[in-house]
């Protein structure tokens, strides 16, 4: 059996661990004011090329998306949101629990295009009645998207300039943004993103670590007092070391980049394999989450000795499944799919 | 330079850690649903004595405090603790934060007196207004308290039959629970917790873990659909394994208990020391906490040798500091306390 | 100028003021617990045909829809409503500042066709991540709804029907529902809607009232502390009185129905005015609201002795406009806006 | 049969209900846009001497409170509250339903001595642990207090300064304001009231209107889209006149200081037959409210023909009683208490 389940199906990269276990006996205060979060959190400005940049680390995407986004907008204010965004689709409601409502607008293959926003919110103060409607006071998108796709840097240039137009924020969940660096299919670079967002935070979990995301306020603009908001969210570890040794242990010597980078590897072999052996994508991913379109019945041979994720049922007779690459695939489980399919 | 200043200035149990490694490669599917984390929840059933009981495991107590009691409240109802708990004291407002009020009632050496309970509840109820006032729909308790002090059997039999006659949980947090069952000054069991609460936590965070709080429903009582609950909180880890594989190891071959007598062994020997040396005692602490008075100056100079907690300022030429052992106090490290003092 | 605005541009029904005035001196108990409330509770209860439903009062449509909403949900639910619904478009996110997400689903005329709302709730269980998404806790659907559309006997029994089998509550806001029971064009009576819905309110506001909205638990279902939970979302007017005193005369020889049929027989006036002078119908509304699509010069000149609503620009020559009649829209006022037109 | 149960016995001031009607028939838009509204902010901006006051108006008092509170309170702060403020004890818990504690200190007689206020705003700031606690982010009062109690001049400008300095806001709960002014035992006035507060209301459903309360903001200093937070709370009235008309009413020739007038000297006689009848005063109110110590025995005979509120037990066979004046007292009712005393 091998499994290409998901980005999180195996523990830590190997390196990670090593430093757990060498740091393990050392006493340390709590809460994040360790000096591994401390490293951590320069490399993180190093690397994104802000010297002023905050650095927070929380555990994991939903607790980020929720606490981020309720601690930026204004009581009367929603999100915006593709329709397929992880916050309104997949986050138990996470958002609106906070008090705030996520506003949808139509997504291509998982993006918002930037005319799509525009439109949104010209259409948004152009209605006499926008007084009782949600205020949209944020912009959501993730980077690559639920679909594994990317924004080009024009299209980040020009959803951050609507932005700043609107003065709303430009928030970018990365809970898998090695993968989208490390595409062969992107010219968009860590530099960028710090540039065009006001908020954006680098996955760990699904990329390494045991757990792990470390937000960016890349311009000082953190929201006053960050730190209580966070242990009011219940997103406070005690033994913040467990994510500064993590975040400190992939930032350095480029770590995060190389197991993106091979992730990306094994996932341009995997398409190449699913290509030799006619599947049909579903789209076009450039990342490490590859969506192909099975016959149910292949399907359920293919279940039998490859573990992969459903995703959509597009017909009755066809299911869309994801297969997903991270730092433990090797290219021994690329063959074995081969041998297999 | 030695350290009193927490139970969470180590990492973790080196067992823990092995364990993590030995597991790291294992393929296992996401948000709690792999074998460690079933195992682990099988082995704390048996502990506690209670076939049916769900178990959940969350990362923090701030976290689970949150999740617990919003979720087992309805909306008209607020919680009952004692003024100095956690949750009203130190928790920045996260209960509040889910919509909920603490009500607060007056503590002895933090705990809550079956009599204050019973005095509260009636008078409630007494109140013509009442309708006009939130409804004490829980009550929380913690074992080890705040002061590090215990419940005694008796007690807990008396508050959970209050909490029977008014048809409301008690809850009981246990962030610190294992130094509470292996004190020396104890007659409660982790059966009778189980039995005579209708939720409660076994703390792995300042027991040895990384992180990580076991939540124990212990009659199959647990909210419906937890597990969207635990989601919305963004309280799910998506390697459920970093938490399934701590508890799994902590109940292994006793390896919690084991953790949690020599942190008391440890506090033991600190007491003697610290009275030994003709410190003050706070309040008599039975736990791994133990708390001293301290003239400002002689407390100066020991912080130059030694990390330990403010506490409060009881007047304004004293200090009360606490000291706390765990998993890694040596007796070295107390031995070179008594030197230094 | 004559003003079709709304169906809230004059105060109250002179017979309400009256009785304001009768009643003002006499000392009554505050909170809803006076006699006139609960005469109109009685009132209220006949004309439902529901002997032990429970009626509380309230001031208006958006407090109603949250209130009632968040009183019925589970933490981990959310609303099924049209997208056009006003609880989803026009009431500045009231429900999600409850913390529940308004779960979507397409309209046909401001209405949920059965089909739709039983194709989202099979595809939401079909899911094998639904554990992950919010649960659908209610349907909310209002009759008249946004468009003034009315639903069907037939439809309301297949909604309710198919709310039954899923176990979750159907809610019917009738902000404006004197004018659907009065419409010449519905099979449903009031206690049809009583019989199949789980909670609903009589519109007071839109129809005669200068505030008030009766909310109806037909059969002895409201949830457990209901005062608490008004009282809590600031609701609960202490001069309770002015609730009562204006829905027992609302409720006193029909004058609800009379209001409302007055209304109707204005609303087809208009509607054959309006026909009369060739404007072009945006839909065909059998209630008190009539939308029309005027060319933007027409609309221009128009304004400048007729006052009408914005609703929607469905191209960029034109704009769609409601003009609403009430208790106070008089003939004169339609031969008035024949002359004009 | 008198009542002194309340100040909100009885309906409205007549003058109200006249305006009422004699505006009834005029064509108005909604949502406190109408020309009375405008009319009522201008004077209350002339009474208040605030040229740039923002003036709302909501409906009731916790309504009031909880939207004010939360629409100015960070998520990380709570408001500090007398521990008898009528936000802590009888509002069912609709602060922390917004999410935010409410933080207690000691009352002397209902109120917050400014001591105690600078006292508690000290300790928070001097506490190592503040990170982990509620932030104070504005400071409640009422005026009159729970127990009919002021305020003198010296308090506020000493209760403003400490909030100036700690660069919180101080809000003034004024649901009984009129009642504060026109006391013979005051040396505060609406003008210092606007000049010391960042916010305050002037309280109408206990003053004399069917309901309704004016929030003002004197220094232009309301929050963004406060039209908007009305909305979302569920606070905006349709028929906006309703609030606007009546307020227009109680500040056209000072009709609302004559209504608080005519209540305190009613008061001033009630005391006078209280005092000639040897009831003991529980404290000493220079308002409308009236608090006695009465036997249960002679309260029970009394309770036959005396309307008025049970307070609170003091002891076994005690019981404090409140009786309360308003508009619609006379001195007969005073008269025949006498009698029947």
Request: with cysteine; proline share 4%; charged share 20%.
């Amino acid at each position: 059996m091998i499994s290409f389940e998901s980005d999180y199906i195996a523990g830590a990269h190997p390196r990670i661990l090593e430093r757990l276990m060498e740091t393990n006996l050392e006493p340390l205060s709590g809460y994040g004011s360790d000096r591994y979060c401390e490293s951590a959190r320069e490399k993180i400005r190093a690397a994104c090329g802000c010297a002023e940049a905050q650095v927070t680390f929380l555990s994991g995407g939903t607790q980020t998306n929720a606490l981020v986004i309720s601690a930026m907008l204004q009581h009367y204010q929603g999100v915006v949101a593709a329709e397929t965004g992880h916050i309104n689709a997949h986050e138990a409601g996470a958002i609106e629990n906070t008090g705030h409502k996520v506003l949808t607008v139509p997504h291509a293959q998982g993006k918002i295009a930037p005319d799509t926003l525009n439109g949104f919110l010209e259409r948004f103060y152009a209605d006499d009645n926008h007084d009782h409607m949600v205020f949209p006071g944020m912009v959501y998108i993730s980077h690559p998207t639920e679909y594994g796709t990317l924004y080009t840097l024009e299209d980040l240039e020009a959803l951050s300039s609507i932005c700043k137009r609107y003065h709303i924020p430009l928030f970018l969940d990365g809970a898998r943004l090695g993968y989208g660096l490390m595409s062969l299919h992107t010219d968009v670079t860590l530099q960028d993103i710090a540039r065009l967002c006001d908020v954006f935070y680098i996955g760990g979990t699904k990329v390494g670590a045991l757990c792990g995301e470390a937000v960016v306020f890349p311009r000082g603009n953190a929201p006053a007092h960050l730190l209580t908001t966070v242990k009011l969210h219940g997103a406070l570890l005690a033994k913040g070391r467990l994510l500064g040794v993590q975040f400190d242990t992939l930032f350095t010597d480029g770590l995060y980049f190389e197991i993106s980078r091979h992730a990306i590897e094994m996932a341009e072999q995997l398409k190449a394999v699913l290509r030799e052996k006619g599947c049909h994508f579903y789209l076009e991913s450039p990342t490490n989450q590859q969506f192909v379109v099975l016959e149910d019945r292949r399907l359920e041979e293919l279940k039998q000795q490859v573990a992969l994720s459903f995703w959509e049922k597009p017909d009755a007779d066809h299911t869309v499944v994801r297969l997903a690459t991270s730092w433990s695939t090797t290219p021994e489980d690329i063959q074995k799919l081969r041998e297999i399919l």
